[in-house]
């Protein structure tokens, strides 16, 4: 199993069992790994390599996932561990195949397509630091669709807008020199907007808040050393 598949085997653990949402999911006090979970951003590509061809799994199942397919899809057996939960951000760990993964992880505050109301998947963003792999901080987002073979998304934050690079229904950006420029932009703005296309042309907007954010990521650069 890859990297790429074992976190998002995580994500749908943490998104499916449990709570009936991961609102719920994420409010419970992190006492242990079934609330919790969350995959780092997938096996998403190093720092400086981009996601080239593997492939990325859906999000999360459509309307509300069932408990029975985030167990069977995290059959890799690591179950991430909520650590803290900073606003609308949750902390996770979690240990797959002996190597540690921390990421953050939060859903949108407010998401709309064009033309309105096409169904679609959840959409989630991760920031995710893999110490074994020596990436820290990769921003990646999960946005619930197929997105449109060879198109560019675009996240913006603090007045800035970066390109994001398509792979299935994943996004991560373009530039890995800017990443570091972009997580510290999230830092310090209050949400950041992610815009793509499907690959039946429908336009989404996605507005995560980023409130919890920095204390999320401290969090987890201080459980990550250990």
């Not at 899809?73 to 993964?101: C, D, H, M, S």
């Not at 309105?116 to 946005?143: C, G, H, L």
């Not at 073979?149 to 792979?167: F, H, K, N």
């Amino acid at each position: 199993m890859s990297v790429r598949q074992i976190l998002t085997s995580l994500v749908l653990s943490a998104l499916l069992c449990g709570a009936s949402s991961l609102a719920q999911a994420q409010s419970a006090a992190p006492k242990g790994a079934k609330d919790a979970a969350k995959p780092a951003a997938t096996e998403k590509p190093t720092a400086t390599e981009k996601p080239a061809a593997a492939a990325k799994p859906s999000a999360a199942a459509k309307p509300a996932a069932k408990p029975e397919a985030a167990a069977t899809a995290a059959a890799g057996g690591a179950e991430p561990t909520l650590i803290g939960q900073f606003g609308t951000w949750g902390a996770y760990t979690a240990t797959p195949n002996g190597r540690k993964v921390c990421f953050a992880l939060a859903k949108p505050s407010s998401s709309k397509t064009n033309p309105p109301n096409r169904p679609r998947d959840p959409a989630y963003a991760f920031v995710s630091t893999r110490p074994a792999e020596k990436v820290t901080n990769e921003v990646s987002i999960m946005i619930g669709y197929a997105l449109k073979p060879g198109s560019e998304s675009s996240l913006e934050v603090g007045g800035s807008s970066y390109a994001m690079y398509t792979q299935g229904d994943g996004l991560w950006i373009k530039n890995a020199a800017e990443e570091e420029r972009m997580v510290d932009a999230m830092r310090k703005a209050a949400d950041v907007t992610v815009k793509g296309v499907s690959a039946k042309g429908t336009e989404t907007t996605d507005t995560f808040s980023l409130k919890g954010l920095s204390q999320a990521l401290d969090k987890l650069a201080q459980d990550c050393r250990r």
